[in-house]
């Protein structure tokens, strides 16, 4: 079975700073899929970025990016020049690349606070 | 395209109570999920459905919850015999063609 593991459980970032959320991962599967979502207080959760993992080059989506390391199993966000709407509960998940394996496997969370 | 729509958004009931949850997808999306997030954790995956097709229960699905997609389009959960331990918010998704899930707001049960 997948394992995704967040082991900051809470991030602070002065605003327009940038911060660096980690995440790992355990899986014996060649492909897959990994991807940030965040959650706002009281509000529903929302992609941020996406990589496939038969895909070297890291993915970027304007003010954020990922740093994936296949061999390490290990997927961080960078979040560049850190605005207070960025304040959320951030999850790393893991999605298997084959029908049928199509779940998602949620880490724990890391909590983010922008300081003004 | 108006996103994946949950029903209700809270629900309180007193233990022992039933109680059903409604989830609409996005427009087309054949296969829809459901996912349970309790305080401080990441959402749990509870099962899913390509079109009206049951394809994947997990362990957590206990014989006390039953989960139909009628026709392929909305889903429904149902809890009977509510127990403390089931209160959670439960998410659901949707997907088409690609990989990404999208997020309702979820339904928040408050077990007395």
């Known amino acids: 079975a997948q394992t995704v593991t967040q082991s900051q459980p809470e991030m602070s970032v002065q605003e327009a700073e940038t911060v660096t959320l980690s995440c790992t991962y355990d899986?014996?599967?060649?492909?897959?899929?990994l991807f940030w979502y965040k959650q706002p207080p009281s509000r529903q959760m929302i992609l941020v970025i996406r990589?496939?993992?038969?895909?070297?080059q890291n993915a970027t989506e304007n003010r954020f990016s990922v740093n994936f390391q296949k061999a390490a199993k290990s997927f961080s966000l960078k979040i560049s020049d850190s605005q207070l709407g960025d304040a959320a509960m951030y999850f790393c998940a893991y999605r298997g690349y084959n029908f049928g394996n199509e779940k998602l496997t949620f880490g724990t969370g890391t909590r983010l606070t922008i300081i003004p | 395209d108006t996103g994946v729509s949950q029903d209700p958004r809270h629900k309180i009931t007193k233990r022992g109570q039933n109680v059903t949850f409604r989830c609409d997808p996005i427009s087309e999306h054949n296969r829809l999920y459901w996912y349970r997030q309790t305080l401080g954790q990441g959402p749990e995956f509870l099962t899913y459905?390509?079109?009206?097709?049951?394809?994947?229960k997990s362990r957590l699905l206990s014989d006390r919850f039953s989960a139909e997609r009628p026709k392929g389009s909305f889903s429904t959960l149902e809890i009977q015999r509510t127990e403390q331990g089931d209160s959670a918010m439960y998410l659901c998704?949707?997907?088409?063609?690609?990989?990404?899930?999208?997020f309702g707001a979820g339904t928040r049960l408050s077990v007395l």
């Open positions: 459905f390509q079109n009206e097709a049951q394809l994947e």
């Open positions: 998704a949707s997907t088409g063609e690609g990989s990404i899930q999208y």
């Open positions: 990589q496939e993992a038969y895909k070297q």
């Open positions: 899986t014996s599967e060649s492909d897959y899929y």
